[in-house]
């Protein structure tokens, strides 16, 4: 079954400690990417990549970290979470970024920092 | 970043009526996507516009690329009650350096009443 995973779905944590959000595609997609949804706000483009090794921002970057080692996985990395960054988390991937059929969305992460 | 202009915020409607809105902007898209988002879900896409003046049917949605590349609307004909959920539209913007940026509206919260 074709999908994207995350894991944590939920998440805890205080601030200044350092947490990573795992995102997983299963079908070979080349695009992935990363987004925040705020109530009111809609969601914000954090970062996205194009491929393995190939990562850039998108609209809101500060305070988070990314990396693409394997064409599978996108992991967020958040190195010293901040309560601004409580909010709900998606990623996505599709075959490339012109191909938007082809786009899945995770399930999302829910991250409260206290 | 680009700002996209979503409207309207919410909408109640009868079962029924068709329902209208739109997303406007500032600056020119080469891709506009219309997403549904249903509670406790990621967003999934509705339909996808890549040329201006497309005009383009999804069952009972319809959706189109304004002439300008500044504009998008959706259009949802004899609205049923599955039709609730938050409505996005989101505009591609294809950055100098051959990358990709994906940029969302605000939402649309769409009630049904039966």
């Known amino acids: 079954e074709a999908q994207v995973t995350q894991n944590p779905r939920y998440l805890i944590t205080v601030t200044g400690k350092k947490l990573t959000v795992t995102c997983s595609q299963n079908?070979?997609?080349?695009?992935m990417s990363w987004y925040r949804q705020d109530p009111g706000l809609g969601l914000r483009q954090i970062y996205y990549?194009?491929?393995?090794?190939?990562?850039d921002k998108g609209d809101v970057p500060e305070g988070y970290k990314v990396s693409r080692k394997e064409k599978r996985n996108f992991p967020l990395i958040l190195e010293s979470p901040s309560p601004n960054q409580t909010s709900l988390y998606f990623c996505?991937?599709?075959?490339?970024?012109?191909?938007?059929?082809?786009?899945?969305f995770g399930p999302g992460t829910r991250l409260l920092v206290l | 970043g680009q700002q996209l202009n979503q409207s309207p915020q919410s909408m109640f409607i009868q079962e029924g009526e068709d329902v209208s809105m739109n997303c406007t902007s500032s600056?020119?898209?080469?891709?506009w996507l219309w997403y549904k988002q249903d509670p406790g879900e990621g967003p999934v896409l509705l339909i996808a516009?890549?040329?201006?003046?497309e005009l383009t049917s999804n069952g009972r949605l319809t959706a189109q690329f304004g002439i300008t590349r500044k504009d998008s609307f959706l259009n949802i004909s004899a609205s049923i009650p599955s039709d609730v959920g938050i409505y996005f539209c989101?505009?591609?913007?294809?950055?100098?350096?051959?990358?990709?940026?994906?940029?969302f509206g605000k939402g649309t919260k769409l009630s049904v009443i039966p």
């Open positions: 996505a991937s599709s075959f490339v970024s012109g191909v938007w059929e082809t786009q899945y």
């Open positions: 079908m070979n997609h080349e695009y």
């Open positions: 990549s194009m491929n393995v090794e190939v990562t």
């Open positions: 600056s020119i898209f080469n891709t």
């Open positions: 516009l890549y040329k201006a003046g």
């Open positions: 989101a505009g591609q913007l294809r950055s100098g350096a051959g990358s990709y940026q994906l940029t």
